[in-house]
């Protein structure tokens, strides 16, 4: 079993449309929770930390669900340049610390 | 501020070649990683380095794959020799040296692709 899993997509929604993305993590340890955001051929970028108690940023939320050991983004009014593969990241706690990465979900926001 | 600097951006080589990355990492960032992003699939931690010391190289192959940061700034990480499945594009990233138990946030450079013909 992959430690941190998603639907890799792709996701093509309209512009406007409402999407969420889902991951699952394996390591019930793990401490801190990203998602990060990967453009086309460019490097990711951190687009949000994951609290417990929920998180949001304008149109962005994120939720985590420590017992289901599973984590949420939802994207509100979408916008062309949502446009982007969204990485589920995991940091387990304890001295190694090393940043899971998920495979990713590719989304599509249509014109 | 400047980000992290990668060099080559580009390379195509044959397999059992050689092959060589640079990284420069964002001034004051005591920390420094490099990745290994296969298509489709997300980052793959190979090797952390705090200041010029390995953290974790655990996931490094190490039998073809070396790593060095020699004076606890620049990086390079060498394939010597390349193969196929070695095709990917390889990231390196850099953070502040944190207190334990918080996370610093990792900022990536732009990556070198690598072509293993």
């Known amino acids: 079993r992959k430690e941190v899993e998603q639907d890799p997509g792709p996701f093509n929604v309209p512009e406007g449309a409402t999407v969420a993305f889902n991951c699952t993590y394996s390591?019930?340890?793990?401490?801190?929770f990203f998602w990060y955001r990967q453009d086309c051929r460019k490097e990711p970028k951190l687009l949000m930390s994951?609290?417990?108690s929920g998180n949001e940023d304008g149109r962005f939320t994120a939720q985590l669900n420590r017992a289901s050991q599973y984590i949420s983004l939802l994207i509100r009014d979408s916008k062309l340049s949502d446009s982007a593969t969204y990485l589920c990241?995991?940091?387990?706690?304890?001295?190694?610390?090393?940043?899971?990465f998920g495979s990713g979900t590719q989304l599509t926001v249509l014109p | 501020e400047a980000g992290v600097a990668q060099s080559p951006r580009y390379k195509i080589i044959e397999k059992r070649q050689s092959v060589a990355f640079w990284c420069n990492p964002i001034?004051?960032?005591?920390?420094l990683y490099w990745y290994q992003q296969i298509l489709g699939q997300g980052p793959k931690l190979l090797i952390q380095?705090?200041?010029?010391?390995?953290?974790?190289d655990s996931q490094l192959p190490k039998d073809r794959f070396s790593a060095e940061r020699l004076k606890g700034v620049d990086s390079t990480l060498k394939i010597q020799p390349a193969k196929l499945e070695d095709s990917a594009v390889y990231l390196c990233?850099?953070?502040?040296?944190?207190?334990?138990?918080?996370?610093?946030?990792?900022?990536f450079g732009p990556g070198t692709r690598l072509t293993v013909l």
């Open positions: 990233a850099s953070s502040l040296l944190g207190l334990a138990g918080t996370y610093n946030e990792q900022f």
């Open positions: 390591n019930s340890a793990s401490q801190s």
């Open positions: 994951v609290y417990s």
């Open positions: 990241v995991v940091l387990p706690s304890g001295s190694a610390r090393q940043l899971t």
């Open positions: 001034s004051g960032h005591a920390t």
């Open positions: 380095f705090q200041n010029n010391g390995v953290v974790d």
